[in-house]
Nanobody
Framework: QVQLVESGGGLVQAGGSLRLSCAASGRIFRLDSMGWFRQAPGKEREFVAGIGWSGGTLYYADAVKGRFTISRDNAKKTVYLQMNGLSPEDTAVYFC????????????????WGQGTQVTVSS
């Protein structure tokens, strides 16, 4: 049984930082590319960042390049998202998932989603 548990969200002021974590369990992670997605109120869920199974390949949405850094610890089956220079536009619920290539985009592989972690950035 696959389980993804996101944590680390909170309320921060613009310009602040947060570090999100996603702990995976079940028969996923070791050879899977993992990614972070976010969903703001009234908007569709969007890709934020992704990382290859070895950690050597990284992918970022244009909106977060230079501010967010994705990493993973395969021994702990955990993927992280370090978010710096946060702005109110980053306010959303953040989720992780296994990712796959969909044309020129990255898409979630699993239909399952964890509960997500809320990030709120005040101006």
């Amino acid at each position: 049984q696959v389980q993804l548990v996101e944590s680390g969200g909170g309320l921060v002021q613009a310009g602040g930082s947060l570090r999100l974590s996603c702990a995976a369990s079940g028969r996923i992670f070791r050879l899977d590319s993992m990614g972070w997605f976010r969903q703001a109120p009234g908007k569709e869920r969007e890709f934020v960042a992704g990382i290859g199974w070895s950690g050597g390949t990284l992918y970022y949405a244009d909106a977060v390049k230079g501010r967010f850094t994705i990493s993973r610890d395969n021994a702990k089956k955990t993927v992280y998202l370090q978010m710096n220079g946060l702005s109110p536009e980053d306010t959303a619920v953040y989720f992780c998932n296994v990712i796959k290539r969909g044309g020129s985009n990255w898409e979630p592989l699993l239909d399952y989603w964890g509960q997500g972690t809320q990030v709120t950035v005040s101006s």
